[in-house]
């Protein structure tokens, strides 16, 4: 994982749509559990890192499914990543149980900083090959720009495979 500097106000943002809906709805969720875990209070600390944990080991294993499944041409450097971020996670998690709480708080951060890259560059390469070699398609994405990250309640997005003809 990457050191930058991760953002205080982590939230999910339309911005990191890619444009397949099943990996749209679990990045979503995937950010609002890292938020969780960046506001976790120290008696939900643990839990909450469990709660991205799980999600991360499925997330990942679905995605990793896939590239093979689909013969995605990067999906060792992808792969790479997804088991990097679960053997920090692992650590973490073991520093956490002995009373050690400062590796996860720096995780959280870590992760923050690490999420809208992975998704912005690698997920989304992923999306657009899925689309190909399923619909022989590309992934749009339509933004209603009027409500675009200002309006948290406001259905501000919607995500469609376009075929190409
Ligand atoms: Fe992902
Ligand atoms: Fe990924």
Redesign the pocket.
Known sequence: MSSSTAPSNFGWKSAWLVGQAQLDSEHQEFAELIAALQAASDGSLSQCLDAVISHAIAH?GQ?DAWMRRLDFPAQQC?MA??AAVLRSAAGVRQLLRQGDAQPARRFATELAAWFPP??QH??SA?AAWICKQTWNAKPLVFQRRSHLETAPSAPAMTAMAHPLV
């Open positions: 990942f995605e992808h990543e997804h992975h998704v690698l997920d992923l």
